[in-house]
């Protein structure tokens, strides 16, 4: 659990440096820093990436094999619309207490406003693939959850996210998870 503690703010820490680079990205500084500055990008739709990673604690019953907790890194490619509406696709990988899973999944995320630190809400919804086992059933899962962005650059967004991980499988009890994310998005 330390080794996954040390990597997770290990990674943390690096986003948090790759994302400033010392330049005002344009603005002059009180405006920068002003939650009511207005994104730069604000009316303009385009592409977007969105890598994230996750930690979860499994809640209830945690005796049940990829019920306990997992750690793991998505990515999302897709598109967005004037800067508060984005959907796409993305994928990944978890490592669980009883193995690994890669998701493939579906993206939507809501933002509440175009303003440099922003609430949003956001879902996934997909299916995980074990890569390590045998097992051909492969779970469906869904993950609502609520965040924060903050503009760090001009085309540069940090996230945190709080979301409850569920899957489930055909005639299977479902797990679920308290999902812990942070990200950068890339426009």
Not at 62 to 82: M, W
Not at 106 to 121: A, C, E, G, T
Request: net charge positive; hydrophobic share 40%.
């Amino acid at each position: 659990m330390k080794n996954i503690l040390f990597a997770f703010l290990l990674l943390l820490t690096g986003t948090a440096v790759a994302a400033t680079d010392g330049s005002t990205g344009g603005t002059s500084i009180p405006d920068r820093y002003s939650s009511n500055a207005p994104l730069y990008n604000k009316y303009r739709n385009g592409f977007f990436n969105h890598t994230e990673v996750d930690l979860a604690f499994g809640l209830g019953s945690t005796e049940l094999p990829y019920s306990q907790r997992f750690f793991g890194a998505t990515t999302i490619g897709g598109y967005h619309f004037n800067s508060v509406v984005y959907t796409g696709i993305g994928a990944g990988i978890f490592d669980y207490n009883s193995g690994v899973m890669a998701p493939l999944f579906f993206h939507l995320r809501y933002n509440f406003s175009d303003r440099r630190i922003s609430p949003f809400l956001c879902s996934d919804v997909g299916m995980l693939f074990n890569l390590s086992g045998t097992d051909i059933n492969n779970p469906f899962y869904a993950n609502p959850g609520a965040g924060i962005s903050i503009l760090t650059q001009r085309k540069r967004t940090f996230t945190a996210t709080v979301s409850l991980y569920t899957h489930w499988k055909k005639d299977v009890v479902r797990e679920s998870f308290l999902n812990l994310k942070i990200g950068l998005l890339l426009k």
